[in-house]
């Protein structure tokens, strides 16, 4: 039980362009979703919460414009990068928890390459 | 503000040796910390998780402690074997918000 998957698993796209991350709970129902960015060699950094049905909590530094979250249901959070540049290249990892737990499942992350 | 550190960032050793991954932190309001592991490329993979109140987890081979009053952690790897190449991460998850603040991982390889 508690599986999440990501979709894509990775994906190249042109300076500019917008591309979109699905994060799904497979079998629970997720009312919140936490969205990371990992860097190379580096730490994951959580980029933003978001609450199904609700507006998503950005961490400082993240542009709320850029990367839009979605979360309509309880086992769908989206991640669209908006005009993504070569800095945007990462690799983004979502995370799901059900009501009333502390624990986090994880998807098995997604490589965005900007080109 | 919590900060997580992961000693040494990168660490090779020969198959068979028994070896100790760190973690520190900062802040000990922590409801509980994990180790995973993460291929190249890969997503991550739940280790152990050892509560606040616990001392320490065992999985196998793998065995972790917590001194939460002190602010650490250690990952023991028994009989290390080649398959167990990757990069290790702590995480401690807050009491505040129950936000998961991570250590930048210790990349380990084993040598044949």
């Known amino acids: 039980g508690a599986v999440v998957s990501q979709h894509p698993s990775w994906v190249i796209c042109k300076s500019g362009t917008s591309v979109k991350i699905e994060c799904r709970s497979l079998?629970?129902?997720?009312?919140?979703m936490f969205w990371y960015r990992q860097f190379p060699k580096q730490s994951l950094m959580l980029m933003a919460t978001?609450?199904?049905?609700?507006?998503?909590?950005?961490e400082q530094g993240v542009e709320k414009d850029k990367f839009l979250i979605n979360h309509a249901s309880l086992t769908l959070s989206t991640l669209t990068v908006t005009s993504a540049h070569p800095e945007d290249s990462s690799f983004y990892i979502c995370?799901?928890?059900?009501?009333?737990?502390?624990?986090?499942?994880f998807g098995p992350g997604t490589r965005l390459t900007v080109t | 503000k919590q900060e997580v550190t992961q000693i040494p960032a990168a660490l090779s050793v020969p198959e068979g040796e028994n070896l100790v991954l760190n973690c520190s932190f900062t802040?000990?309001?922590?409801?509980?910390l994990q180790w995973f592991r993460q291929d190249p490329g890969k997503g991550l993979t739940s280790l152990l998780l050892?509560?606040?109140s616990q001392r320490e987890q065992t999985s196998g081979r793998l065995n972790a402690s917590l001194d939460k009053s002190s602010g650490r952690s250690t990952l023991y790897i028994a009989a290390s074997q080649p398959g167990d190449s990757a990069t290790y991460l702590c995480?401690?998850?807050?009491?505040?918000?129950?936000?998961?603040?991570w250590g930048a991982g210790t990349k380990l390889i084993i040598k044949p």
């Open positions: 995370s799901a928890r059900e009501s009333g737990s502390y624990e986090q499942y």
């Open positions: 079998d629970f129902q997720a009312t919140t």
């Open positions: 978001s609450n199904e049905g609700s507006k998503a909590t950005y």
């Open positions: 802040d000990s309001a922590i409801y509980n």
């Open positions: 050892i509560q606040s």
């Open positions: 995480a401690v998850l807050m009491d505040s918000n129950y936000q998961l603040i």
